[in-house]
């Protein structure tokens, strides 16, 4: 139990598209779920937190307006890279939490985007 | 702002040996979890612990968790190939929901 999916695991695409990445939970209700960014050979730095149905809550130094967040429904969350730039290229990864495990605040990673942008 | 210092940062071994990953803060944390992450994946939750000078063991992997719950700590006994990865610990504090994460160990076992 407690699989989280995202899709696409991979995309490249030229300077100025707007990309989006979706996190599925895929056997648990997230009444949460988090967006990081890493860095090659880095830790995770948490870009924002996203409660169903309300608005993101981001990190500061994160641009909302670039980095839009939605958070639909208790399975999806989409994270929109808006109008991408060569600086954005990074391996974005969500996490959820909610109803699942022993730690009902335990967080699970997805498999995680590389984002490359020309 | 909560902050986790993890060390050593880079650590290259030969097969068959131990190692200890340290991760120690000022603050204190409710839970702290421990992560391992290969390349191009996403990190897989090893542990959490959550009780002052808690034990946890792994297989070869033993965790504990400092009495104050301001440290942790992950000792690998003999370590194989397949122990390589980058090593994250997280703690998570009071009421706080956010995971605040150490800058990784990066362990590489060679046969």
């Known amino acids: 139990g407690a699989v989280v999916s995202q899709h696409p695991s991979r995309v490249i695409c030229k300077s100025g598209t707007s990309v989006k990445i979706e996190c599925r939970s895929l056997?648990?209700?997230?009444?949460?779920m988090f967006w990081y960014r890493q860095f090659p050979k880095q830790s995770l730095m948490l870009m924002a937190t996203s409660n169903e149905g309300s608005k993101a809550t981001y990190e500061q130094g994160v641009e909302k307006d670039k980095f839009l967040i939605n958070h639909a429904s208790l399975t999806l969350s989409t994270l929109t890279v808006a109008s991408a730039h060569p600086e954005d290229s990074s391996f974005y990864i969500c996490?959820?939490?909610?109803?699942?495990?022993?730690?009902?605040?335990?967080?699970?990673f997805g498999p995680g985007t590389r984002l490359t942008v020309l | 702002t909560q902050l986790l210092e993890q060390s050593p940062q880079f650590l290259s071994i030969q097969e068959g040996e131990n190692l200890t990953v340290y991760c120690n803060s000022s603050s204190v944390f409710s839970s702290l979890q421990w992560y391992r992450q290969e390349p191009g994946e996403g990190p897989v939750l090893l542990v959490t612990?959550?009780?002052?000078?808690e034990v946890k063991k792994l297989k070869r992997l033993t965790f504990q968790f400092g009495d104050a719950r301001k440290d942790s700590s992950l000792h690998i006994t003999a370590a194989q190939p397949g122990d390589t990865g980058l090593y994250l610990c997280a703690g998570r504090g009071g009421s706080n929901y956010k995971l605040t994460f150490g800058k990784g160990t990066l362990l590489t076992v060679n046969p």
């Open positions: 996490s959820a939490s909610g109803l699942a495990g022993a730690h009902t605040d335990t967080q699970y």
């Open positions: 612990v959550v009780t002052g000078g």
């Open positions: 056997d648990f209700q997230a009444t949460t």
